[in-house]
């Protein structure tokens, strides 16, 4: 079992709706949590970064750590088409150097 | 800043065939680790430096991999000999130092072995 769990998808949504992502993960020693986005025949780029629990807000994203639950999620307000992308959870020990990846959802958001 | 220059983009080989594939950080990082996506893998860290030197290359799948940092500016990612079971996109991400986790990724290279 993967240490990072992530639903392929694909997730389609019309422009304007609400996407909710999520991943779970099983190491209770993850600390860092991060969302990153990639389009087609990309690297991928950061997205979000958390520390720990809580959430954090940068204007349409929204990401959500409940570590009791070993939960992340990712919130996309008034989603555009450009949204569209594979969007991949990420977590990493405290002290650590390595990013352990979930598989990537892919989002479509159709006009 | 230019951000993670890789190259080639594409690469298309022969079984047999050694590979190298480049990598230059983001001027000031001091780690640099090497991905391989796949369909059905996902993104794998391969190998990772700090400082130049190599940390951990856990993930390299076999011999057939090494991996290699001069200097802080550049890095290479050889295979030899190349297999089709390589195919994969291979990605080159840095990171400035302690106290931050955030990699910044290259654009990959895309490596078919035919």
């Known amino acids: 079992q993967k240490e990072v769990e992530q639903d392929p998808g694909p997730l389609s949504v019309p422009e304007g709706a609400i996407v909710s992502l999520n991943c779970t993960y099983s190491?209770?020693?993850?600390?860092?949590f991060m969302w990153y986005r990639q389009y087609s025949r990309k690297g991928p780029e950061l997205l979000m970064y958390t520390y720990s629990s809580g959430n954090k807000e940068d204007g349409r994203f929204t990401a959500q750590v409940d570590k009791s639950s070993k939960y992340i999620s990712l919130f996309i307000r008034d989603s555009q088409p450009s949204d569209s992308a594979t969007y991949l959870c990420a977590c990493q020990r405290a002290a650590g150097n390595k990013l352990t990846f979930g598989g990537g959802t892919r989002v479509l958001v159709k006009p | 800043d230019a951000g993670v220059i890789q190259s080639p983009r594409h690469e298309v080989t022969e079984m047999g065939q050694e590979v190298t594939l480049r990598c230059k950080p983001i001027s000031g990082h001091d780690y640099l680790f090497w991905y391989r996506q796949t369909m059905m893998r996902g993104l794998e860290l391969l190998i990772y430096f700090n400082n130049n030197v190599p940390i951990d290359d856990s993930g390299m799948p076999e011999d057939r991999f090494s991996a290699k940092m001069p200097n802080a500016s550049f890095s290479t990612l050889k295979i030899q000999p190349s297999e089709p079971r390589d195919s994969a996109v291979y990605f080159c991400?840095?990171?400035?130092?302690?106290?931050?986790?955030?990699?910044?990724f290259g654009a990959g290279t895309r490596l078919s072995v035919l």
């Open positions: 991400a840095s990171r400035l130092g302690q106290g931050t986790y955030i990699q910044y």
């Open positions: 190491n209770s020693a993850f600390q860092y």
